[in-house]
Each structure stands twice: as structure tokens, then as C-alpha cells.
């Protein structure tokens, strides 16, 4: 069962941010935001993390609200090869273990 | 730096056949995961091993599924009497603990004929 919604699709035109939102309002106090991008039906490949800060690496910044209730992955300047569907992820925490519950994802379409 | 690396990238059987995936992780890593992703849907957890022990396997299918990750060589995903339900990609991934970050290999895709 997902912990994670998102919208199925977006567009963004190339060289814009985008911005892809995710809810994840059952999330734990120490369960982490995860996002991943899949290009083509490759495996996924891996983008940011965060707990409660907001965080920013090359390749994108996760904004995550106060509540934690959701967050927001931004892609700053998106190019043609950021079309992919971008998956928002909770690692879950059970006996000391941890997995990914991936949701549908959201299907980003950068346009010329 | 090899990646995670996965083999057969595509494979077929008929039905009541078995199936074998294999799963090299990064060097270094010793905890492997298995997902498995129908069409159009996400990554499902299956199950997560470290060298020698099954960890958690609530996703795994009671029967037919199986998977291992001994001591040498790959971790294995063993499908037995494949149905037509079992075809989707079979992801494996690795990480170097527990808690630190997956990386996914290119996936196994499995057809049921």
C-alpha cells in the first residue's frame, strides 16, 4: 500500500522548473522522503533524500514541508533528458530494517 | 565502478517452466532488494537479503518464489512453474547498509508465454 500520492503526469517546458509534488500524510516522524526517476523502463535511478530539511544536490532540491505531510522535488533548469517518471518514495522502518513503498510515480514530460 | 548488474536483461519461458534471475550488487554493498513493476505501475518490494539471510520477505509470494544470496556469487530470484501473471520487469537492488540508499540495476525482463 502506497504512502505516497502524485499526479500522473506534468508537462514542463525545457529550460523551466519543474516541480513535481507528492502527499505523503501518514508518514512517521522517522521514515524518509525518497525520490527516484525511471527513464525508458531502466531501473530506477536515484535523485535526493530528505527527513524534515530541505536538501540540494547537482541533479535537483526537495522542499519538505513543516507538517512533513508532503514535499516537492524541483528541477531547476529541466532538460529533454528529464523526461521520466519520477517516483516519490517513504522508507519504512520495521524490527531495525528499512524498504522502499513506491507509489505510481508522476510522469514528467519535458517539452522543446 | 561496475553497478548493480543484472542477467538474463530479458528471458521467456512457457508456462510451468522456472525461472532464474541473477543479481550482482555494487561492490562493496551486501544487502540486495528485489522489486517487481507490472506495466504502467510502480516498483512493489519483494524481498531484501543480506549474504546468507533472507531479511524480509513479506512481499514475496507465499509459493513458487524463492531467492537466496550466498555466500559467493549473485543473489538468485527463482520463479517456479511460471504462470502468465508473473511476467513484469524484476528489479534488484543494492546498498551498502541497510539504511543508505538503493541503486537499482537494469532489471530482468520476464515473458510468459
Known amino acids: 500500500d502506497a504512502k505516497t500520492t502524485q499526479p500522473t503526469s506534468m508537462d514542463c517546458a525545457e529550460g523551466r522548473a519543474a516541480n513535481l509534488p507528492c502527499n505523503h500524510s501518514?508518514?512517521?516522524?522517522?521514515?524518509?522522503v525518497y525520490w527516484y526517476r525511471q527513464i525508458h523502463s531502466q531501473g530506477p535511478q536515484y535523485i535526493i533524500h530528505?527527513?524534515?530539511n530541505n536538501e540540494t544536490n547537482e541533479m535537483a532540491s526537495l522542499i519538505i514541508t513543516e507538517d512533513r505531510k508532503s514535499s516537492t522535488l524541483i528541477l531547476p533548469h529541466a532538460t529533454l533528458r528529464d523526461t521520466a517518471v519520477y517516483y516519490c518514495i517513504v522508507r519504512v522502518e520495521s524490527s531495525g530494517t528499512y524498504k522502499y513503498i513506491f507509489g505510481t510515480g508522476t510522469r514528467l514530460k519535458v517539452l522543446a | 565502478n561496475a553497478g548493480v548488474m543484472q542477467n538474463p536483461r530479458h528471458l521467456v519461458r512457457r508456462r510451468g517452466q522456472e525461472a532464474r534471475l541473477r543479481c550482482s550488487p555494487m561492490?562493496?554493498?551486501?544487502?540486495v532488494y528485489w522489486y517487481r513493476q507490472l506495466p504502467e505501475e510502480g516498483l512493489k518490494f519483494m524481498v531484501y537479503l543480506q549474504k546468507e539471510n533472507i531479511i524480509d520477505e513479506s512481499g514475496m509470494p507465499k509459493e513458487r518464489f524463492s531467492a537466496e544470496f550466498p555466500k559467493e556469487g549473485p543473489s538468485i530470484l527463482r520463479i517456479q512453474q511460471v504462470v502468465r501473471g508473473d511476467s513484469a520487469a524484476y528489479f534488484c537492488?543494492?546498498?551498502?547498509?541497510?539504511?543508505?540508499?538503493?541503486?537499482f540495476g537494469p532489471g530482468t525482463r520476464l515473458t510468459v508465454l
Open positions: 530528505g527527513l524534515k
Open positions: 501518514t508518514i512517521s516522524g522517522n521514515e524518509y
Open positions: 537492488a543494492s546498498s551498502q547498509q541497510g539504511f543508505n540508499e538503493q541503486f
Open positions: 561492490k562493496g554493498h551486501s544487502h
